[in-house]
């Protein structure tokens, strides 16, 4: 049904017999309710907001994106809705229609975090309407494209290691084999230097020493370029993460010794199985257990909290060392990112990786001359049977929750 026909219509009301009156205000009301099932079937969210910036109409997927109940919030201000984006007052209502500030916001994207974190698309536009409810209304459109930027951050983080790869690689072949020479005439030189006097040799060991401390930091930086260039899919096997923090724990207990670090490892005795690779799971805590070491160079604690929820396994690393800046506490995973004066800033590169290539999350929080918390969640091998609060008619309900 057009418009023209509602005004024709009602121009000749008074002239109209009921039965043909009840026979075409029956046909509007079935048009009107098939119009509101589209709109609320269709996923982008559709709102009304009037010349005063209130709500006259949202649909159920804009309640859904931006959490509210439209029936009790019709009426009242809808800015609330949109954070930072002051759209009401760039709209010029006098002619209908936007200006030039107003035509620039037309497409313009909006975060919200409430119940979750998502990008919106906003796009508003001027209704033309000349009279009745709507009259100098906006019609605002939303478009949940949280997905998309999600994939376009995941494709911008392949090209940064498509580039570790490329870097490490080049420096592989350019530097390692030389480095691999001086190590070997250092040792050599170690060895002449014996048959020397005792005042000759104490002074050159010394040099010795400070070169083939230098050499093996060279070595060690290859070595993470090598990881980050030859990262490879995991082996999932069901295995025990206590005996894998144990293993980690024990081959680092020298260096953990000597720094004055003491390590307490707590939670339950026992914990599920978990699906993971033990070699590159051991590299993980390996990496998360050193950099908890160099932020504490005066000692402190190192505490690891094991612990399970209904679908992941929950590894906490909590220091008391000098925390991460602010800043910085964002860029921590990217690739070349460190806050350490010899630092590399592919430690954690690489170890966001394993744990996401073990469908897995890593999070971290951290306060300067506090402590940081690395916090690891691997899935369980098995889920969990969560038991509810007993279901209407006195029967216990269950939920199963997936990994």
Known sequence: MSSEFFERVFSRIDKIDPSSLKRQMKRFSGQLAMMETVFRSIQEGVMIVSQGGKLVYANGAAERLLSFDASKLKGKAAEKFF????????????????????????????????????????????????????????????????????????????????????????????????????????????????????????????LLGVASSEVKRLDAIITQFLQALRHSKPTLEPGDVLALIGETLAAMRVEIENRRIEVKVTGSAKVPAVLLDGGQIKQVFYNLVKNAMEAMPDGGTLEIAVSTGDAYLRVDFIDSGVGIPEESLG????????????????????????????????????????????????????RRIRKLADAPGGHAASSQVGV
């Not at 006098?94 to 919106?120: A, F």
């Not at 951050?153 to 490329?166: C, F, M, N, P």
């Not at 990112?337 to 010899?342: L, R």
């Open 83 to 206: 954070g930072d984006v002051d759209w009401l007052e760039d709209v010029d209502w006098e002619s209908g229609g936007g200006n030039g500030e107003w035509s620039r916001m037309l497409t313009r994207e909006i975060e919200v975090t409430y119940p979750e974190r998502r990008i919106l698309s906003f796009y508003a536009v001027p209704i033309d309407a000349s009279e009745g409810e709507t009259a100098g209304s906006v019609l605002v459109i939303l478009r949940d494209v949280t997905g998309e930027r999600d994939r376009e951050a995941s494709a911008l983080e392949d090209e940064r290691l498509d580039a570790v790869r490329t870097l490490a690689a080049s420096v592989a072949h350019e530097i390692g084999n030389p480095l691999n020479a001086l190590g070997i005439h250092l040792q050599l030189m170690a060895r002449e230097i014996k048959s020397l006097p005792e005042e000759s040799r104490a002074s050159l060991g010394e």
């Open 331 to 382: 860029r921590i995973f990217e690739a070349y990112h460190t806050t350490k004066a010899k630092g590399t800033g592919l430690g954690l590169m690489i170890v966001k990786r394993i744990v996401e290539s073990h469908g897995g999350q890593i999070e971290v929080a951290s306060k300067e001359g506090r402590g940081t918390r690395f916090r690891i969640l691997l899935p369980l091998a098995e």
